[in-house]
């Protein structure tokens, strides 16, 4: 979801896109990228507020140390929340935050047990 949204206006769906994931996406050089201007304003449940676009990002991991990288760009103001909604096999997931220096800037590990994972919104230049 992106808030603060800048640029042309996002467009309206019956339903939240869906972004299927590429393989091989297990380094920041090879994350598979998003289009921001695929993010649709759309009923999603899991939106606190429902003029925010959205996407669904389908994906899976071939074993425990998998990883899979994505990558979007954002336009000055603009923030972006990543959550983990569905998952199988007791995923004990992390999110991670990298600016386009590779720099991480924001991490959230998520234990089995809890059943989503967020990394809460903030404007990029927040420091950390």
Do not use: C
């Not at 074993?63 to 000055?76: E, F, G």
């Not at 059943?115 to 809460?120: D, E, F, W």
């Amino acid at each position: 979801m992106i808030d603060g949204y800048s640029g042309t206006a996002p467009g309206i769906a019956a339903s939240t896109p869906v972004f299927n994931e590429t393989e091989n996406n297990g380094t920041i050089g090879t994350a598979n990228a998003i289009d921001r201007t695929a993010l649709m304003i759309a009923p999603n449940a899991n939106l606190t507020d429902a003029t925010d676009p959205s996407i669904t990002l389908h994906g899976a991991l071939g074993s425990n140390s998998d990883k899979d990288y994505y990558k979007i760009d954002l336009k000055a103001g603009e923030t972006l929340t990543l959550d983990i909604d569905s998952s199988t096999g007791g995923l004990d997931s992390y999110l991670r935050l990298y600016n386009s220096g590779g720099t991480q800037i924001a991490v959230n590990e998520i234990r089995a047990q809890r059943a989503s994972a967020a990394v809460a919104p903030r404007p990029l230049a927040t420091p950390i």
